[in-house]
């Protein structure tokens, strides 16, 4: 059941997104040698808080912190811990918020300090193949159109796509309907419609698409152990193309790189 949002809903929306892109904003001020994964989690929840908000992941599904943090061959759902960051790493930071009893969802991969060439390039590929995807996020196209662009995107690149996560729907609910895997046929899935709101999330890896989940029941990881990359937005497909909810802007300010969107 997919719910059609009301133009009032996505200005909710937006700003629960907008505070995610805050967030994650604030974080990337603090990732660097040293700092472990759970004193991240505190900033983003604080951070959270004082937005008159709450952390959307805390608790769903019995999920225990506010952040996924991922690290190298972590692909998402990393559970902060006394993990503390290194040189050359490469974290995925998801966040969540519940503001006005709507969601946001958005995560970025930062570099630590400085990592190889070819995880910069991973991430970069995957970056650019998450916006390929929110291209085709028109009203008349079909979810298949959004997942071919961005596996033909990487997989010429030779990068594999996880098949096992997908991105979802957003809204009341942090999942809702549709499923938006990062694979599939031009023309297939269900039909984009004006008020739909849906996080894409590509999850590329730079060795095979196979992935473990740990024990812990969450962190999902490479079986190859080889790095792997996430980048989400949540858009609202609109008449006239993808309005893009969550934002990157504080991030990239926050790191001085040029701003995507
Ligand atoms: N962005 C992630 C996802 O859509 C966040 C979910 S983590 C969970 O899968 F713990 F909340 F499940
Ligand atoms: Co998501």
Request: some cysteine.
């Amino acid at each position: 059941m997919i719910y059609l949002k009301t133009d009032e809903e996505i200005e909710l929306l937006r700003q629960s997104n907008l505070l995610v892109g805050q967030t994650l904003g604030e974080l990337a001020k603090w990732v660097a040698p040293g700092i472990t994964t759970l004193q991240l989690d505190k900033i983003a929840e604080e951070f959270i808080r004082d937005h008159q908000a709450i952390p959307g992941f805390l608790g769903y599904a019995g999920y225990p912190n506010t952040l996924c943090v991922s690290v190298n061959e972590q692909i998402v759902h990393g559970i902060p811990s006394n993990y503390a960051l290194k040189e050359g790493d490469v974290v995925s930071i998801d966040c969540g918020v519940v503001k006005n009893g709507f969601n946001g969802d958005s995560a970025y991969t930062f570099e630590v300090g400085e990592v190889a060439p070819e995880v910069k390039m991973l991430l970069k590929t995957t970056k650019e193949s998450l916006y390929i995807g929110i291209e085709q996020a028109v009203e008349g196209k079909r979810i298949g159109d959004i997942s071919n662009a961005i596996q033909t995107y990487c997989e010429h690149r030779n990068y594999s796509v996880v098949r096992e996560l997908c991105g979802h729907g957003v809204g009341k609910h942090l999942h809702e309907d549709p499923e938006v895997p990062n694979y599939g046929r031009r023309g297939c899935g269900p039909l984009l419609k004006n008020g739909m709101v849906i996080a894409i999330e590509p999850m590329i890896n730079l060795g095979s698409r196979n992935i473990v989940v740990e024990r812990d029941g969450w962190t999902t990881r490479t079986k190859d152990r080889k790095p792997s990359a996430h980048f989400e937005h949540t858009i609202a497909v609109r008449e006239n193309g993808p309005d893009v909810l969550s934002s990157f802007r504080y991030v990239e300010e926050a790191l001085g790189i040029p701003t995507t969107k």
